[in-house]
Antibody
């Protein structure tokens, strides 16, 4: 069974750093893209960016370029989403998703989500 | 920046047909995808490449495309179909992924 399992909920203060993870299993991790999607409380879905763990090719949404860093460690089949200095506006649910090389728009499956709360 | 436009809400009675539209200038060039999200759960893909249905998705879910508008149709709506539905596609260059604002389907 293809699965993406994300790290647990985080509570942080403004200005702190954070790295959340997404571990893939049940498929060849290096042959598919892994993306990240943000959902702010009560709001819609926003595409943040995507990485190809096979060669670390990474693309960012213009809205998130420079605000976050996406990386992957193929030796442990894990992708990461990282912030160097969190803001209250980063409070959201973050989902990782898998997509095909030939169909990067098709997100399937989704991880269970990681809730990030940033509050002083 | 590129946008996909969905109606905020659609309401139907059980057994009726629900149609949710999504409009975008690049839709004639780029495929559309649809996701269902129930409260407290991660989204689930229900339609890909305009009209293809993933395995495990009920046949009552279908998709179609016409010009700059794509439509998700749910035939014989059931109470369990009450959820938020998001369309998704790429910009005209195929570089950036975009989601519509979401449509809340209410089953009366």
């Amino acid at each position: 069974e293809v699965q993406l399992v994300q790290s647990g909920a985080e509570v942080k203060k403004p200005g702190e750093s954070l790295k959340i993870s997404c571990k893939g299993s049940g498929y060849s991790f290096t042959s598919y893209w892994i993306g990240w999607v943000r959902q702010m409380p009560g709001k819609g879905l926003e595409w943040m960016g995507i990485i190809y763990p096979g060669d670390s090719d990474t693309r960012y949404s213009p809205s998130f370029q420079g605000q976050v860093t996406i990386s992957a460690d193929k030796s442990i089949s894990t992708a990461y989403l990282q912030w160097s200095s969190l803001k209250a506006s980063d409070t959201a649910m973050y989902y990782c998703v898998r997509s095909l090389t030939g169909d990067r728009v098709r997100f399937d499956p989704w991880g269970q989500g990681t809730l990030v709360t940033v509050s002083s | 920046s590129y946008e996909l436009t969905q109606p905020p809400s659609v309401s139907v009675s059980p057994g009726q047909t629900a149609r949710i539209t999504c409009s975008g200038d690049a839709l004639p060039k780029q495929y559309a995808y649809w996701y269902q999200q129930k409260p407290g759960q991660a989204p689930v893909l229900v339609i890909y490449k305009d009209s293809e249905r993933p395995s495990g998705i009920p046949e009552r879910f279908s998709g179609s495309s016409s010009g700059t508008t794509v439509t998700l149709t749910i035939s014989g709506v059931q109470a369990e179909d009450e959820a938020d539905y998001y369309c998704q596609s790429a910009d005209s260059s195929g570089t950036f992924v975009v989601f519509g604002g979401g449509t809340k389907l209410t089953v009366l």
